[in-house]
């Protein structure tokens, strides 16, 4: 038996394809579900994954917040379902307040796309447990509105009770992928809810999985092993 | 019909670099004497029917949930004068 | 306003018609009331205006043009040819990928935003009306001086919209060009590229058959943007006395493209489509005529069921209307249902807007009144074709004459060092990476190789591990030179530049960008630079399965450089047999493959230290390239070389920065006996390569290009956090990184 | 200190999608009798001195240069009142 995990498609999502392809690398089930559709089909986990959903008009997440299917994820969520939200997916947790804090466009105005290195600060979560704290991994990142912002009250608490799942790191080389991408205070690339079951990031792991296929890296693999993982043992 | 506008602003204390990078740009094409600059949205809302307290209350409610996300921004809803 | 009908025309013969101020000739007029045998409805000469304007018609580019279709190689690749939105080749395993290259120069300069990103959805839906899925964009770019203020305005917009537009699709962004030069400083020259996949059996054509099948538009609605677009602005000069002849701009809605890729995926994979064409330049005047001229019979027209976004379009404007975002369909009548259903699924607005019929005309009503009766090959096939006159400038000789070879060389090695961080950091030679960071390179997670690797690879096929590359390349101061060569040279380069990955080159795509055809100087070049590309294409056995040409680029008198862009497509088998660009292992050897020459004209150096262009461009040897090639994809295939990087523009001391900096290592280098260190590191002779070879692998390396008669020299090998020549100078790469990497956000950010 | 605020608007007979997009989504958020949603930008400028005649054309000029892109927008400048 293995673990059923959702991916879900609004319109304007595009990295779907890829995360159900990183959930089979990983050796769960993949099913897709639709933004209208309220059922989700009994998954044990869901992804909302990257994307420009309703084209990103308004805010980024701002409208897909309201589909069917995410009154579902919402409810489900907040009874320990886990969720991952990738970078347009984080945007709809924070629009959706399943996450604090809010996503704005990057500080040098500009999309950006490279290979970034990140510090896993919290490996308790749902979605992290296969690495450790302080471990240093590399992948892709792409966005136009991804600096996270929160009230200072907000960033204490995050840091206070570890929920500060994911840092950029800064001190290196921006060539080799260091670096503060989008002006996100306190550096912070991704975070988690206070049950560790809900977890939003920008950076990519999806793109990270297969050692020839973008950075050449698998790095972004833990992501999908530690859910299947939880799930199974569960 | 009448004509509603809702304005969204970033709140204050966050920092808004679209509106910083106009004012870092002004002096360079030669407009000096702007201290300021901050950049945000503005919706024009075409109501069918009058833009009553009713109509009123119910976009405020929409800005509030909807077009403005009150975590970082404030927004100000008022009735085009001359709709 | 009275409607002016077919009956009302026929009345009326007498009545005043603006076909002047549409663009077209006194003839082409007297030819549509030949056609007609009355005078045109205002709709009929809308639409006979945009279509046989230079932008659809190619009227004064297919004599030429002819020739791609009749020096066609030998090659089994090509299942469809030039004529169709875009060429389909075989790679293989049942797949087939169709890929072609657009321009969008003239609106990129009045918006360099919307231009840019409205360049891209075209290209995308002509490729997304083949039946493919759209895997990977390119973008060859040309700008002016890269110091100019308008640069400033033109490339940052440009580089936004490319991206704002391809991001927000899914695309990668696996290629393109950037080059500087003051002659695109009125005339930027925005191209695109897109590759599509798909099965064989699901190959989709533009033409409308089978009588009663139902016409649908669908996609986004029809205001008034682009009006007249096509005609107005794609043949006209740009004249800044005239500003009232811009007409209003398209803005791009890719959320809603991105719908329509899903939506017409699913169309397709449902096998609901019976004829399909992509609304572009010219709109729904070209997307029913090209349908029912391709098709069997006639069709009708309802134009009043067309949803708009603005109800006072007339007609007339609906028809040349180029709204970004539709699609036009042929479905059988009892699968309209099912189409509908999964338009409205994507949230996709579809219409049944007339169908198929047993006729023989293209006959269009507003209101139940008849506005349009013609012969659709009339419209879309049939129009004005000129032989223009065409001749040698008399300038080219001294031009040719002017040697490169004269100019003054660097008499000390610390001189040649300095050189050579000018030229690497040079606007042309130096890092693109803060415009193609803002591109996604990895969505649809397929994206084996893309900038700055010699080609993009997207892996087509997750099972096998089949995947297809692509280059695209021009050289506009070759060109100028001499255009027949340099359209050969930009072939050379992207043909080197695919097999470098190790891929197999199959087959081409191109856009000839160049001045205006009623100068008989560009016509020459024109002419020459299409010869030379037939011709090499022969020689390589790599057909011309599609492109665009976009003439007109110029700034009063003056016109750009000629600047034939070429796209080649290759193939390969395995993609975890790539090779990359880096040297990455230390140790590894460095051969140089091909001959070197003293070969300046047009080259970096020239311009960046001399700021000369004349001479000659590099002697182009096709069968020198299939060889080079040839060793290449072997060598790929059979793990002899890590790394390897052609040579190009900047010689090879350009390919050399690039792989060390690529790699994050340093290489020590012998300038081999007799020969000039000058001319070694900046000579751009065509037909090489540098590769790194384990050393295991060595012997099995020379062996293979000895036994095939590639000359390869073993000029250094992979080491230290330099680039060291023995005896000349030494260059660390962070001095060489900062040079290569700091120009570009210098002089735009 | 005078506030001076540009509105930015695309021209009537361009597409707006984001507009569109906000508009569309409205029924199912539950907010009927919406006719039209145009969605554009509003700068405030914080100027240096009062916003006399001299003041409010300089900023209409980069308006018109810099703020809006002609090809596709209009907009309008006001004082802001109570400022
Ligand atoms: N506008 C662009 N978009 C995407 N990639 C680009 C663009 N400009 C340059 N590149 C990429 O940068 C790399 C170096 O470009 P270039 O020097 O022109 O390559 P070459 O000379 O080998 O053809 C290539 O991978 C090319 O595809
Ligand atoms: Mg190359």
Redesign the interface.
Known sequence: MTARIGVVTF??T??D??TQ??VRVAGAEAVPLWHRDKDLKQVDAVVLP???S????LRAGAISRFSPVMESVIAQAKDGMPVLGICNGFQVLTETHLLPGAMLRNESL?????EQKLRVENADTAWTTDYTAGQEISI?L?N?DGRYVADARTLDMLEAEGRVAFRYLTDGEA?DGYGNPNGSLRDIAGITNEAGNVVGLMP?P??AV?P????GRTDGLGFFTSILKKLVNA | MARVVVDVMLKPEILDPQGQAVQRALPRLGFEGIADVRQGKRFELEVEGPADDAALARIREMAETFLANTVIEDFTVRVEAGS | MTLDTVKHAAETPEAEQPWAELGLKQDEYARIREILDRRPTGAELAMYSVMWSEHCSYKSSKVHLKQFGEKVPENDAMLVGIGENAGVVDVGQGYAVTFKVESHNHPSY??PY?GAATGIGGIVRDILAMGARPVAVVDPLRFGAADHPDTKRVLPGVV?GI??YG????LPNIGGEVVFDACYQGNPLVNAGCIGVMKHEDIHLAKASGAGNKVILYG?RT???GIGGVSVLASETFDDTKPTK?P????G????E??LIECTLEVFKEQLVAGIQDLGGAGLSCATSELASAGSGGMRVELDTVPL??SSLSPEEILMSE??ERMCAIVEPDKVGRFLEICEK??VIATVIGEVTDGTRLEIFWHGEQIVDVPPRSVAHEGPTYHRPYARPDWQDALQADDAGKLARPATPEELRAQILQVVASPNQASKAWIT????????????LAQPEDSGMI?ID?ETNLGVALATDGNGRYAKLDPYAGAQLALAEAYRNVAATGAKPLAVSDCLNFGSPEDPAVMWQFAEATRGLADACQTLGTPVTGGNVSLYNQTGEVAIHPTPVVAVLGVIDD??R?TPVAFAEEGQLIYLLGDTAEELGGSAWSQVVHDHLGGLPPKVDLERERLLAEILISASRDGMADAAHDLSDGGLIQALVESCLRGGKGARLVVPEGVDPFVFLFSESAGRAVVSVPRSEELRFTDMCGARGLPATRIGVVDGDAIDVQGQFSIALSEL?TAH?ATIPGLIA
């Open positions: 319109p304007g595009l990295d394809r890829d392809r990183a990257g994307g420009f309703y084209g990103d008009y500009h999309f950006v796309c490279r892709p792409k136009i060539a990519h999806e793109h297969e020839l296929i973008g950075t | 009045i918006e919307q936004a991206g704002g991001n927000c699709l899914g986004a205001g008034g943007d811009r209003a701009v398209q803005v809605d890719p959320f809603q991105k719908l976004r603005d709204s970004q994507w949230d960071d803002q591109y996604d390179r990895f969505v649809q997670g397929n994206t084996v892996r997750a993609v975890n790539r990184r990497e």
